[in-house]
């Protein structure tokens, strides 16, 4: 269990944290504050990727990478 969590924070270690601020659209929806990967040329490092574990909500990723 212990080297799952280690793999886990070293695939995310290099994607760091951007904090996105509330926004209101256009059309007036709301978005909430939120925090995501900054934006790189991979996806991944991204918390939704495969592999990857979200440390925020405590989610594992879902998504295939495509590159």
Avoid: C, E
């Amino acid at each position: 269990m212990k080297a799952l969590v280690i793999l886990l924070l070293a695939s995310t270690a290099f994607a760091a944290p951007v904090r996105v601020r509330p926004t209101v659209t256009k059309q007036g929806v709301y978005r909430q504050p939120h925090v995501r990967t900054s934006p790189d040329s991979t996806q991944r490092n991204n918390y939704s990727t495969k592999g990857n574990y979200n440390l925020y909500t405590g989610k594992a990723g879902t998504k295939t990478a495509k590159h």
